[in-house]
């Protein structure tokens, strides 16, 4: 029920002034609210301008690490290993043989009374990001003697974290003794340099990429020789050999 808001008489329910004081009844309205629903927002995924924002960002990321490891400082390791032995009453030497990349030499020349002698010398480079590697080869080295025949068995593998690698393999055999050698490679030159009276059982001379060569001179070969490369030239040269 209404009442007039100045003198406080009740007041009819249509009434539009009071009866008493004469003052107009005010009327209330509820106001109306209207809601506009908001327009979507639009994906992040399919904005070409954020995609090639992104993109440039990566490129820009990639590049500079590129530039980083092309300016990185290289540490340089000197390599200069030797294996050797000297047992007495050998009379024949089974030498096999096995690289990576390494340039591989042998010649017959005895050398203080040795059987043989593997010498290693060159350098390895690596940028500092080159991983934990502290030799650019590794090498295993198996040697074994039974009724008078040395047998050598030796594996030199390439430190994957050296970029640079200049390494040579020189082994000297001595001419004295008979000989058997096996010298396989994935990607060096091999080369034997027989100018010493020898004998050979047998001789295999591989490389999957490089050069092969032999010269043989003043030298019995009593067995099969093999010189073989998959992607080089073989260079075989003999005077007064006996087969």
């Given at each position: 029920m209404p009442y007039c808001h100045r003198c406080g008489t009740k007041l009819d329910e249509d009434a539009h002034f009071c009866q008493k004081c004469g003052t107009a009844v005010a009327t209330y309205v509820s106001p109306v609210v209207t809601f506009?629903?908001?327009?979507p927002a639009k994906p992040v995924?399919?904005?070409?301008?954020?995609?090639?924002?992104?993109?440039?960002?990566?490129?820009?990321?990639?590049?500079?690490?590129?530039?980083?490891?092309?300016?990185?400082?290289f540490s340089t390791v000197n390599i200069d290993q030797t294996y050797q032995d000297n047992t007495t009453n050998i009379n024949k030497l089974n030498l096999?043989?096995?690289?990576d990349g390494t340039k591989v030499n042998v010649i017959t020349q005895n050398v203080n009374n040795n059987n043989f002698i593997i010498t290693l010398k060159g350098t390895g480079s690596k940028s500092n990001f080159g991983g934990s590697s502290d030799s650019p080869i590794q090498v295993t080295f198996y040697n074994d003697t039974v009724n008078n025949v040395l047998t050598v068995t030796t594996?030199?593998?390439?430190?994957?974290?050296?970029?640079?690698?200049?390494?040579?393999?020189?082994?000297?055999?001595?001419?004295a003794l008979k000989l058997n050698l096996n010298v396989t490679s994935q990607a060096g030159q091999v080369s034997l340099t027989?100018?010493?009276?020898?004998?050979?059982?047998?001789?295999?001379?591989?490389?999957?990429?490089?050069?092969?060569?032999?010269?043989?001179?003043?030298v019995t070969v009593a067995g099969n020789v093999t010189l073989k490369t998959q992607a080089g030239s073989v260079d075989f040269r003999m005077s007064q050999v006996k087969v």
């Open positions: 506009t629903p908001a327009a995924r399919n904005d070409p301008v954020i995609i090639g924002a992104i993109a440039l960002i990566a490129l820009l990321v990639v590049g500079v690490v590129v530039v980083a490891l092309l300016a990185a400082p096999n043989v096995q690289t594996k030199i593998t390439e430190s994957t974290s050296f970029s640079r690698l200049n390494l040579d393999c020189n082994i000297y055999v001595n001419p027989a100018d010493k009276p020898a004998t050979f059982e047998s001789l295999n001379l591989q490389t999957s990429a490089g050069t092969v060569e032999a010269n043989l001179q003043n």
